[in-house]
């Protein structure tokens, strides 16, 4: 069974910085493309940015270029969201998903950016 | 960008009746190696997405047979035959033929009238 499993949100102030990891399960990791999308409280789903297995693409949407840093460690099955510089308008569920067409996801952590 | 539009935004269903949900993109969603990229997603409340239909009328294993997915160029549709009480979510649509970015409409929510 395909597992997603995020964690490392929390609540930061303006200008701070997190990193999200999430961690798989149930598939080879190493060869999916895979995804990161957010939600805001009570708005719709958005694609944040998504990295090739070997890590040699990667794409982001435009409001987090330059601030957010996709990366991944296939010995680990892992994937990496390090997020800089946040802005209130950043806060969201961050959802892991399986490939680019987001076959499977994560649970989601929810990342807070409050002064 | 490719801009996705759903319609209707929200969906009175009546137990056991039909539904139909409607997504239209801003340009023609056919890859050039001839597939087309559009899914259908369900959230239930409370719940993450849950991936429904890929390429537009693939369903993803253990999804019901009521759901269907049909469409071509820039209009899809996503039916729901009888609709059952644990249909009550919220549908999106996303394109990943032309991008970046991978883009979603804004979801149409599923409730009973």
């Known amino acids: 069974e395909v597992q997603l499993v995020e964690s490392g949100g929390g609540s930061v102030q303006p200008g701070g910085s997190l990193r999200l990891s999430c961690v798989a399960s149930?598939?080879?990791?190493?060869?999916?493309?895979m995804s990161w999308v957010r939600q805001a409280p009570g708005k719709g789903l958005e694609w944040v940015a998504n990295?090739?297995?070997?890590?040699?693409?990667?794409y982001y949407v435009d409001s987090v270029k330059g601030r957010f840093t996709i990366s991944r460690d296939n010995a680990k099955n892992a994937l990496y969201l390090q997020m800089n510089s946040l802005r209130v308008d950043d806060t969201a569920v961050y959802y892991c998903?399986?490939?680019?067409?987001?076959?499977?996801w994560g649970q989601g952590t929810l990342v807070t950016v409050s002064s | 960008d490719v801009v996705m539009t759903q319609s209707p935004l929200s969906l009175p269903v009546t137990l056991g009746q039909p539904a139909s949900i409607s997504c239209r993109s801003s340009?023609?969603?056919?890859?050039?190696?001839?597939?087309?990229?559009l899914n259908w997603f369900q959230q239930r409340p409370g719940q993450s997405p849950r991936r429904l239909i890929y390429?537009?009328?693939s369903r993803d294993s253990g999804v019901p047979d009521r759901f269907s997915g049909s469409g071509s160029g820039t209009d899809f549709t996503l039916k729901i035959s009888r609709v059952e009480a644990e249909d009550v979510a919220i549908y999106y649509c996303?394109?990943?033929?032309?991008?970046?970015?991978?883009?979603f409409g804004q979801g149409t929510r599923l409730d009973f009238k």
């Open positions: 996303m394109q990943a033929t032309h991008w970046p970015p991978i883009t």
């Open positions: 149930g598939f080879t990791f190493n060869n999916n493309w």
């Open positions: 340009q023609s969603l056919v890859h050039s190696d001839g597939n087309t990229y």
């Open positions: 998903a399986k490939d680019r067409a987001a076959s499977c």
């Open positions: 390429k537009v009328s």
């Open positions: 990295m090739k297995q070997d890590g040699s693409e990667r």
